[in-house]
């Protein structure tokens, strides 16, 4: 295992990059960040959406999350693989093509994410905003929002888990990323499958175990934090995100 | 889209339509197949956490830590790629002659879940006070009684809603075992893309059967919720 | 000041609000008692449009509340509003609490808004507390910071849901005392509470409300000698027990 872990690191870490694009790990982490990065806007939007005064706003973005979260991300990733190219009139590669379908489905999860944590907030504090004579979106930037995502932190850190995890999937369009590039030194040294995939396993693992770690510290920090001053913050409703494998 | 015009029967008629069927219908034993197996292995589990022997308990925990931690696409395969290279030959020809691809998914996708339902059933499990066995035991039931009516009935009811989510994102990944090429419904609509290159309508008939499906998984864990919830008070 | 005309409310097919018809002047102090239950609480949130109403007209300072040409936060800004559960923003310091409005709705900055936010957090006896958070403070304090920050925009009017309700018994002196100076300085407050001692010293006039209307209207001196209706005369005995 280390004689394959010293004879293809580079491959693992970074693929055929520079003769190649970027590729294994780092092109994993990139995938990742950029699609948190990106959606979270997207989430915020919905979600906001979710909980709008206005009925329409609320039954179209009902409709958006729900049919994200009813479909395999796999037909996400093919929708925009073969079926964008047709309608933007030309190939788009690998790289973008996932990127985007993690921005369509981490944008609907992270919106009831969003949701919630604006949900759990005691009713009592956008009153008082707005008795002050805030309006909706004054009451929301300064009073809402930046609590309700302070308390949603740490499930936002397990959806970023759920997120690296996802880019694996990148594999079936032939996306240069982790799993990719273990499957082409599996392929390259045909006798060795298990360490190979014994490496590629055990990194995930290391990756994805330290952020879940991370998030368990955050949110015992809040719930202490929560703890030492109970009137003010309630706890988050027992919303089950649904974590992809 | 100038110039596409829709047109379904290419997908929906004669031998596409029945790589499409075929395809339902491995996804749906593989799904099912997957479900009873993940919920045994998470009783099983459990069983196990609850037994109070250390071995067991750190074994419990470290299943259920690398199982959520790793990609299940990675778990599908090292159990396609890995696992049969350590077992004995007898058995590696056996699974070569019995659709390996198909049970080698199963493996992987409940073992996978099992490590989810595990946790929904311990943490059900955990809410319920200690008062109540107290309570029970003093009325003369023994472990296995209290258990069976007292505890279990409770920690069932709590369990359910993460359960179902469970339940779904299960029938969501099945598709992931195309990947290893089981001939399921999104391998099966990939083939009839290649072969139709109607990306469209393949894609629009494979992502409705996925949503409406998904949808009554959705209502049945809302009806039984409603019910169970009306029985608790 | 503010006036209810054939005001109705229902929450379903229960009405909680029928047909309310009251005024009060200009620099007046009013205090809403009753049972619980009696629409008390409905009725102070309707003058700022927390609740909705379905019947009648309610007018402040000349404006109609429930209309929808209203200008509903300029409205809002122009009533301080005091919560039972003080409703302070958590994640802000107390100063911060204070100037919240003054720089969002009249774009103060935060040295100018802050110089007038110290003033009336001296007022309320709370000089010290300008920077801690209001995890900090017990519940005395966080209400009389809810005053403080409900009259950061100089309103003419302050409305109070039973601010001394959520606290601790000896906590109560502190905040009643505050309303009390605030009830001298000439503003137009109206207050629902069971602080008869309070409503005693300090109101013009007392409401008496129960099933949704309001059945005595009268100051004070009158109110607690010799209630009219046997059910204002019932609440009060039952209060002396």
Known sequence: MLQILRDNWVLFLIGQYPAG?????????????????????????????????????????????????????????????????????????????????????????????????????????????????????????????????????????????????????????????????????NSRLLTKPVQVFSILALTYFLLCF???????????????????????????????????? | MMGYSLDFTAVLAGEHLKWLLSGIQVTAELFAGAWALALLLAVVLIVLRNTGLRPAHWFVTTYVEVHQNVPLLVQVLFWYFAVPELLPAPAQIWLNEHNSEFILALLALSFCIAAYMSEALRSGLRAIPPTQYEASRALGFGYLSTMRYVILPQAARLSLPPLINYTLLLFKNTSIAMAIGVHELTYQSRQIENDTFRTFEVFAVATAIYLLSSFAIMALGALYERRAGLQAR | MISFENVSKWYGAHQCLADINATVNSGEVVVVCGPSGS??????????????????????????????????????????????????????????????????????????????????????????????????????????????????????????????????????????????????????????????????????????????????????????????????????????H
């Open chain 3, 39 to 240: 629409g008390k609480t409905t009725l102070i949130r309707t003058i700022n449009r927390l609740e909705p109403i379905q019947g009648g007209r309610i007018v402040v300072n000349g404006q109609d509340v429930h209309s929808s040409a209203t200008d509903l936060n300029r409205l809002r800004s122009g009533i301080g509003f005091v919560f039972q559960q003080f409703n302070l923003f958590p994640h802000m310091s107390v100063i911060d609490n204070i100037i919240l409005a003054p720089r969002k709705l009249r774009g103060l900055s935060r040295e100018a808004a802050s110089e007038a936010a110290r003033k009336l957090l001296a007022r309320v006896g709370l000089a010290d507390k300008a920077n801690s958070y209001p995890g900090q403070l017990s519940g005395g304090q966080s209400q009389r910071v809810a005053i403080a920050r409900a009259l950061a925009m100089d309103p003419p009017i302050i409305l109070f849901d039973e601010p001394t309700s959520a606290l601790d018994p000896e906590m109560v002196g502190e905040v009643l005392s505050v309303i009390k100076d605030l009830a001298h300085s000439g503003i137009t407050m109206m207050c629902v509470t069971h602080e008869m001692g309070f409503a005693r010293e300090v109101a013009d006039r007392i409401w008496f409300m129960d099933r949704g209307t309001i059945l005595e209207d009268a100051p004070p001196s009158e109110f607690f000698s010799r209630p009219n209706h046997p059910r204002a005369q019932r609440f009060l005995s039952e209060l002396r």
């Open chain 1, 210 to 245: 330290a952020l879940t770690q991370s998030a368990r510290a955050v949110e015992r920090h809040i719930a202490r934090r929560r703890r030492e001053d109970p009137a003010v913050i309630r706890p988050l409703e027992s919303f089950v995100v649904e974590p992809a494998p």
């Open chain 1, 21 to 185: 694009p970027l590729g294994g790990l780092a092109a994993t982490v990139l995938i990742a960040v950029l699609g948190l990065g990106l959606s979270f806007p997207c989430a915020l939007l919905l979600g906001l959406g979710r909980i709008s005064p206005f009925r329409s706003i609320r039954a179209v973005t009902a409709i958006i999350v729900h049919t994200v979260r009813g479909t395999p991300f796999l037909m996400v990733i093919f929708w925009s693989y073969f079926a964008l190219p047709i309608i933007i009139g030309h190939p788009i590669a690998g790289f973008p093509t996932l990127v985007g379908a993690l921005v369509i489905y981490e944008s609907a999860y992270l919106a009831e994410i969003v949701r919630s944590g604006i949900e759990a907030l005691p009713k009592g504090q956008i009153e008082a905003a707005r008795s002050l004579g805030l309006n909706y979106r004054q009451a929301m930037m300064s009073v809402v929002l930046p609590q309700a995502l302070y308390n949603s932190l740490p499930t936002m850190m397990s959806q970023f888990v759920s997120l690296i995890k996802e880019t694996s999937l990148g594999y079936v369009i032939s996306v240069n990323e982790f799993t990719f590039a273990a499957a082409q030194v």
